[in-house]
């Protein structure tokens, strides 16, 4: 490996290695056949772990393997370089999160060359680095230009911990993805990416994905959620109320004559009036604050009611609610409690009526349910006039035919995707490229202003953590004197690993990336993650194409072709008396009972995936040092399907490695080996052994490499009997030996 990849990785340093004029030579575009294999783009938190080997590994497979069918293969790699882990590792340790990514880099990429993986380091890219990110402030500029991108006062989800806004689909369960904190509402001037624009093409353009797992395609569909339903007007009773009517959004409007109440978010335009005038229901905003909605239903009885719009006298009342979403439709709902399981929660609660309008098809009376479950399946609509006697799907269409016809309701489509917030509010991340003048009103920097970077700081400390504490780089003058702010907020980082696997086309080109090569490599052929990004990375990666597409940057509209979630490295959990996890190279079994370096015994956890913050993990350096790397692969590749958990045992490396001996030794037994057949073949035995290398073939182009596994193993066992009982001669053994230096090729 060349001595320029062991010195020490400064951001200068880096600028030397990109400014190299490589030239590659397998890059010629008369080359038809290519296919671009991507895995997860690592984020350099230190070391890699056995979860990172088996993502590369798996990977490696592919591009090795088709490397040896005769594509032109790119196989990069690179690093999700900014982040809140860096940002507070530094404060911790004292030192800049630069010096820390690259120090990390550097560690990490020498374990990554010590597994002899097929990577292209001559693409190798970072995005804390000026020539990543000057391009995507390029990107943010356009989006802004074509309002694709917007900053707007609106309610965000607040981590305490990591002290920064969260997208929405960065809260899990109410809490903070990465600190695990639980996340607080709160009112921010904020940026955001206008996602939602693109829901139905994102939606639709999933059935296009044909090589991408259904369950990935059914949690973005689930995410984008889409639902039509409709809109209808609700009168108000209130005479003198400013507002004469609520207006909601329904998915299932043939339960209108269902409704018992009208439900409003706390943030809806009528609640914010009622809120001025009334201190309880201040109170009770700010205690919804602290409950989780899905978990407790709460409400407030307004002293609004309103009509029934096809039952004459009926007054409906008005509540408050902290499990209406302003975000969500209208903000608005009316509540059928007998066919939704939120709103029978929420009747419970409050004694209110439970009305049953619709029965399940294979019930010829009127469905009454005694049980606390709402009955949300399709069936034939009861108690509800004109109505009766429809299927749910014919109700709704009559009953959006009458709203119309009566002009108080229309169909309407909604989704559930918000537009992305981008805006953090750490140091460690990527400026956003606007300015304030002194009269309020922003503007984005000039390209040749571009990239702006970071300001530069001595002693990074906790005051540190947020840009707006720098003046001197927060207040500056323009070229033609004018006194501007520099925007404060930073992106998040998705906004980087969004669009990474554009610029490895071609890493060092002075454009973001060039046409011709687009055209040639993308979309990416084989796309290798973890299903835990489905959501977040695959979905931001989708949309930031289809907005590059209409910036005129690139003429695509999918970004990975193949998509292939792998399973988890799983491990044992262990903590000690005082309720610290515990290494497992620090832990001893001694007859079935475990103990700690010190003899103390310790607390047996779940079998979890490797993860720093139980320090269930095995460093693949001790792995490397004591079996070698073809083990560590081996092992990674050989006792589960890729697609399920792969539990690490101790027993599992040593029988890989005894593996890897064998196949050692057959090469060692074959310089002395002597054959009684003279030269003759048994073709008998040859091809019982080619039957195997085609099985081989065929397992690896259908991602299951623990059967290609398998079958190696049995060519190995089958070719150690031929040359135990000396069944074969020796240029059979030559033969077999030169197959097997193949099929095994792509694994070790």
């Not at 695990?180 to 921010?188: P, Q």
């Not at 990527?430 to 040749?448: A, H, L, N, R």
């Not at 095995?618 to 083990?631: E, Q, R, S, V």
């Amino acid at each position: 490996m060349s001595s320029r990849y062991n010195h020490k990785i400064t951001e200068e340093k880096w600028q030397n290695i990109w400014d190299e004029k490589n030239v590659f030579v397998a890059d010629k575009k008369s080359h038809k056949k290519k296919y671009y294999v991507l895995e997860m783009f690592p984020y350099p938190s230190g070391k890699i772990h056995m979860g990172h080997v088996r993502n590369y590994t798996l990977g490696d497979v592919v591009a090795r393997y088709k490397k040896m069918k005769g594509y032109n293969v790119l196989h990069p790699m690179g690093w999700d370089a900014f982040g809140l882990p860096a940002e507070n590792a530094a404060i911790t340790e004292k030192k800049h999160p630069l010096t820390w990514t690259y120090e990390n880099i550097k560690t990490m990429k020498s374990q990554l060359l010590k597994m002899g993986l097929s990577l292209d380091w001559n693409r190798e890219i970072a995005t804390c680095h000026p020539d990543y990110y000057k391009h995507e402030q390029k990107f943010f500029i356009d989006m802004y230009k074509l309002g694709l991108a917007y900053k707007k006062e609106a309610e965000v989800n607040w981590d305490p911990v990591d002290k920064t806004v969260l997208a929405n689909e960065q809260v899990i369960d109410g809490k903070g993805w990465r600190s695990g904190a639980l996340v607080e509402k709160k009112k921010l001037s904020q940026w955001f990416l206008r996602i939602s624009k693109y829901s139905e093409e994102l939606l639709a353009d999933l059935d296009k994905l044909n090589e991408w797992p259904n369950k990935v395609k059914v949690m973005q569909s689930n995410w984008i959620g889409k639902s039509v339903g409709a809109e209808i007007d609700f009168k108000i009773t209130n005479e003198d109320f400013v507002f004469k009517k609520i207006k909601i959004f329904t998915t299932r409007p043939d339960t209108i004559f269902g409704a018992t109440f009208l439900a409003l978010s706390p943030d809806h335009e009528i609640s914010k009036l009622l809120l001025d005038s009334d201190t309880n229901l201040k109170k009770f905003v700010n205690e919804c604050k602290k409950v989780d909605p899905e978990k407790i239903k709460k409400g407030y009885k307004t002293n609004l009611c309103v009509e029934h719009p096809f039952i004459k006298n009926k007054k409906i009342p008005v509540f408050i609610a902290n499990f209406i979403l302003i975000e969500y439709g209208l903000g608005a709902i009316f509540g059928c409690p007998a066919h939704d399981q939120r709103d029978l929660e929420f009747a419970e609660t409050y004694e209110l009526e439970v009305i049953n309008v619709v029965k399940p098809l294979n019930n010829n009376k009127d469905f009454h349910s005694n049980t606390n479950k709402a009955f949300s399946d399709d069936g034939i609509v009861v108690n509800s006039d004109f109505l009766n006697g429809l299927s749910t799907n014919d109700a709704k269409k009559k009953i959006i035919q009458i709203l119309e016809k009566k002009k108080i309701g229309a169909k309407k489509i909604n989704y559930k995707l918000r537009d992305w917030g981008i805006s953090r509010q750490r140091f460690w991340g990527c400026p956003i490229p606007i300015v304030y003048k002194e009269d309020g009103t922003m503007e984005v920097v000039s390209e040749e202003e571009l990239p702006v970077k970071l300001p530069k700081i001595d002693g990074f400390n906790e005051k540190s953590s947020t840009l707006d504490n720098f003046n001197e780089w927060k207040e500056y003058k323009s070229s033609s004197g004018e006194n501007l702010i520099r925007e404060t907020d930073t992106f998040d980082t998705f906004f980087e690993s969004s669009w990474y696997y554009f610029r490895y086309c071609n890493a060092r080109s002075n454009k973001p990336f060039e046409k011709d090569d687009i055209d040639y490599w993308l979309p990416v052929d084989q796309y290798i993650g973890g299903i835990e990004h489905a959501i977040l990375h695959l979905l931001y990666s989708r949309f930031f194409t289809k907005a590059l597409r209409d910036l005129g940057h690139i003429n695509l509209s999918e970004p990975f072709k193949g998509l292939f979630t792998q399973g988890m490295v799983t491990h044992q959990t262990f903590k000690n008396i005082s309720g610290e996890w515990i290494e497992p190279k620090y832990v001893e079994n001694i007859n079935g009972k475990f103990f700690d370096n010190n003899g103390k015994e310790l607390k047996i956890g779940k079998i979890e995936k490797m993860s720093k913050s139980k320090k269930n993990v095995i460093d693949p350096n001790d792995i490397i040092n004591l079996y070698g790397a073809d083990t560590a692969r081996w092992f990674m590749l050989s006792d589960s399907p890729p697609e399920r958990d792969l539990q690490w045992t101790e027993n599992g490396i040593i029988s890989s490695n005894k593996f890897i001996n064998k196949i050692w030794d057959f090469l060692e037994k074959y310089k002395n080996y002597q054959d009684k057949h003279k030269g003759v073949i048994n073709d008998e035995n040859v091809d019982r052994l080619k039957l195997i290398i085609n099985e081989v073939t065929s397992n690896i182009e259908n991602f299951q490499f623990n059967k290609s596994v398998a079958k190696i193993y049995e060519f190995v066992n089958l070719l150690n009997d031929y040359v135990s009982k000396i069944e074969i001669s020796k240029e059979e053994y030559l033969w077999s030996l030169q197959k097997l230096a193949l099929i095994i090729q792509p694994f070790i």
